[in-house]
């Protein structure tokens, strides 16, 4: 069964715009992870934040994490035609669980 | 770097035919997972392995499926015999820490007909 779950399923954009996609979880956590699938390629690993961290930033990326609502935001600042892909979130309690993911389509 | 290496790309069966599915993670990475990716139920984890030991494969399916992991640098995951059903994207990945980013490989596409 799936951990995590994305918000919103889908995402469409106009380049140059923010897009955030939020991921919520139900059990306890050590850390959630982000990750980005282009269409037909695997899993490219983008961020990853512990379970004692708030705030995390990788370039355009921006990730929050709030344990007390069990939910995560990824924000991409700037966005750009090479941001469209897939972004899962994935949990790790014991064992890293991936959500369904944010179809993220972001039109030049 | 290689990365994690996959094979078959794609792969294409009839029912009831035995499927192979290989991997060669990254030198060095002590830890293999294998996924499976479909529409419906979205990436489940079917097994993983620690210094080429199963340590969990609670989310293989059935009993036709099996894997393997002989040494370090190669897996392979067995469906005999396969099913339309078994029809998805199966990743291979690797790491060096159970908790920590794991390193996809591209992929392997399977059909069964």
Redesign the interface.
Known sequence: S?QGEEDPQALSIQEGENATMNCSYKTSI??L?W?RQNSG?????LI?IRSNEREKHSGRLRVTLDTSKKSSSLLITASRAADTASY?CAT?GN???????TILRVKS | DAGVIQSPRHEVTEMGQEVTLRCKPISGHDYLFWYRQTMMRGLELLIYFNNNVPIDDSGMPEDRFSAKMPNASFSTLKIQPSEPRDSAVYFCASTTSEAGELFFGEGSRLTVL
């Open positions: 799936q050590n850390n992870q990750y390629r695997g899993l490219v690993h990853l899962f790790y064992k890293l669980v991936f959500g369904a993911g």
